[in-house]
T-cell receptor, first 109, second 112 residues
């Protein structure tokens, strides 16, 4: 059974600090996606990682993919309150998207 | 419209009733997905449409759930004889081939 695990599930961090969210998956895939979901809202695409070693950055967020380790990371640099949301990773296996459990991030002033 | 739209935004129904949820994908997007998100949970894949190919129904939780799509346009998700455990947000997404998905705002279904 395919598993997509994220950790931590809950993250409370102070503004200005750095942290990394991890996404592990249990089967081979060369496509991984990160999404953001604000409370009561739908999902917003953040990053699409299409190959081993892919790294993408947007503002204070940077995502990377290691397909050999079946691991993706979402690194947060100098967090700000606006980044508070739930972050999901998703793995594309034969056109089905399997989502992680989500990481609920709260940035405290 | 510019994005994926879904209707209704909220639906309250009595246990045992049938409901239909609608999704309008982004024009030109050949792929369409339905997901279920229970409160505080991640997304659960339900069904996938790609062009005129047979849909991938492997995620549908029971035979009470069905979905249709007309060509590369509107899709409807039907839940028959609703149960309380069907209460969730139902999200639709569309994409161009296998690339990133664009999600609709969701339909919040409450079964009383």
């Amino acid at each position: 059974e395919l598993k997509v695990e994220q950790n931590p599930l809950f993250l409370s961090m102070q503004e200005g600090k750095n942290y990394t969210i991890y996404c592990n998956y249990s089967t081979t895939s060369d496509r991984l996606y990160w999404y953001r979901q604000d409370p009561g809202k739908s999902l917003e695409s953040l990053f699409v990682l299409l190959s081993n070693g892919a790294v993408k950055q947007e503002g204070r967020l940077m995502a990377s993919l290691d397909t050999k380790a079946r691991l993706s990371t979402l690194h947060i640099t100098a967090a700000v309150h606006d980044l508070s949301a739930t972050y999901f990773c998703a793995v594309d296996i034969s056109r089905q998207f399997y989502f992680g459990t989500g990481t609920s991030l709260t940035v405290i002033p | 419209g510019a994005g994926v739209s879904q209707s209704p935004s909220n639906k309250v129904t009595e246990k045992g009733k049938d409901v239909e949820l609608r999704c309008d994908p982004i024009s030109g997007h050949t792929a369409l997905y339905w997901y279920r998100q229970r409160l505080g949970q991640g997304l659960e894949f339900l069904i996938y449409f790609q062009g005129n190919s047979a849909p991938d129904k492997s995620g549908l939780p029971s035979d009470r759930f069905s979905a249709e799509r007309t060509g590369e346009s509107v899709s409807t998700l039907t839940i028959q004889r609703t149960q309380q455990e069907d209460s969730a947000v139902y999200l639709c997404a569309s994409s161009l081939q296998r690339y990133e998905q664009y999600f609709g705002p969701g339909t919040r279904l409450t079964v009383t």
